[in-house]
């Protein structure tokens, strides 16, 4: 009887431990290969995308739907997303064995729909930089100045249905030549007139009897904001690796974070290398090819997390990167999609928006508008452009693109 119970110990803790050995492996990805009878290491693929319920495509082969993980031998996969009324998302990614590779594929919508925001013709839109808003000017019309006529500023959050914000109003009168920027907080605007420079609050209106001149103190106000912008930067470069931080502050022209602070944009003013394994990579980072050796002109987004550099465009013509105020002739412009995960690029007659490794170049908008004028909300559902629709006898009007 002793006997029977120790060979049934035995038993017991042998398919125990066989049983927890093939969750085990299971778990790190390998599946039992009947041709071979063994287990084979395999990687497992976890694809997600918004809107759910996508088709998913591996080396051009309907295999499932979005939001479930599938087990793949190691090696490099043509993955395609696709749902109808949507652009494909198409990107090659590496398996690896034992590693989760994770995906999300934002789509956006092949025929989006364009809503009018304002309706008194706009001109230089300037956005915050924090992107939350953007100011305007409304121009007497025939040289007749409206009540229409003035400074007015478009919050790009977006609020519950039913719960629009309309444009506001910061102040009155002709302002036919004015130029204007926000602060770095986006709380305040600095306008400058031919008759004076006033300091005007972005959240209330102050009519033009109530404008107090400030011009005697315009480059200390300047100055002022340009040290806060110094200093916010210097706070934001400070946890990374001092050579990182070194070749982001001697060796750009630009250098922009994106929303989650977990990803840089900047254009190189110099050329330098950056070493690899400053950050310790994480597991089932990003299989996309990158480059250290950045070069003058070019732009690249460095992502922190993941010890990565991408190259996202060659410099062969002009790109801005989110500046309040464009130069003559800018006519491209990157910018932060919310999602910290992709760009907006404007250029010409078309507005795309491309993952932050610079592939996957989606165009969600190609006509008529006046370029770099493209901004995003600040969720992932709309932007903004600045358009006539091609009519040549008005000037243009801001306008919603539904991306979703």
């Not at 998302?89 to 590693?99: A, N, S």
Request: aromatic share 8%; net charge neutral; hydrophobic share 40%.
């Amino acid at each position: 009887m002793t006997k029977l119970r120790v060979l049934l110990a035995l038993l017991t803790l042998i398919l125990v431990g066989t049983f927890a050995t093939l969750i085990t492996l299971y778990a790190k990805g390998y599946r039992f290969d009947k041709k071979s009878f063994r287990f084979r290491p395999s990687g497992l693929l976890v694809l997600k995308s918004d809107p759910v319920g996508a088709s998913v495509y591996i080396n051009g082969e309907l295999i499932t739907a979005t939001d479930n993980t599938i087990s793949l031998s190691p090696g490099a996969y043509d993955v395609s997303i696709k749902k109808e009324g949507y652009h494909a998302w198409e990107k090659r990614l590496i398996v690896e064995k034992e590693i989760v590779t994770e995906a999300g594929a934002s789509l956006f919508k092949v025929a989006p729909s364009l809503s009018a925001i304002t309706f008194s013709s706009v001109v230089n839109p300037v956005l915050a930089p924090d992107g939350s808003k953007i100011a305007y000017l409304v121009l007497p019309e025939n040289g007749i100045t409206s009540e229409a006529s003035g400074l007015w500023v478009l919050e790009t959050v977006n609020l519950p249905v039913g719960f629009a914000k309309e444009p506001r109003k910061i102040t009155d009168g002709d302002l036919t030549d004015a130029t204007y920027i926000f602060s770095p907080d986006g709380r305040q605007i600095l306008l400058t007139v031919k008759t004076g420079v006033f300091l005007l609050d972005s959240g209330t209106l102050t009519s033009q009897s109530k404008r107090v001149n400030i011009a005697s103190r315009k480059d200390i106000v300047l100055a002022d904001w340009q040290k806060q912008k110094q200093n916010r930067l210097l706070a934001q470069l400070k946890p990374l690796p001092d050579e990182l931080e070194d070749i982001l502050t001697r060796k750009t022209s630009v250098v922009l974070f994106s929303p989650d602070e977990n990803k840089i944009v900047y254009t190189a003013s110099g050329a330098a290398s950056i070493k690899k394994e400053l950050i310790r990579p994480l597991p089932g980072s990003s299989t996309q090819r990158e480059e250290r050796d950045i070069k003058m002109g070019r732009t690249y987004v460095y992502d922190i997390k993941e010890d990565r550099n991408f190259l996202i465009d060659d410099g062969a013509e002009p790109l801005i990167l989110n500046q309040q105020v464009f130069p003559e002739g800018a006519l491209r412009r990157a910018s932060w999609f919310p999602t910290s995960k992709h760009l907006v690029l404007a250029e010409g007659n078309k507005i795309s928006i491309m993952d932050y490794d610079g592939t996957n170049r989606q165009e969600v908008y190609t006509g008529s508008y006046v370029a770099p004028h493209a901004y995003p909300f600040a969720s992932t559902s709309r932007l903004l452009i600045l358009t006539n629709l091609g009519a040549t006898d008005s000037l243009p009007n801001l306008y919603s693109i539904s991306l979703k």
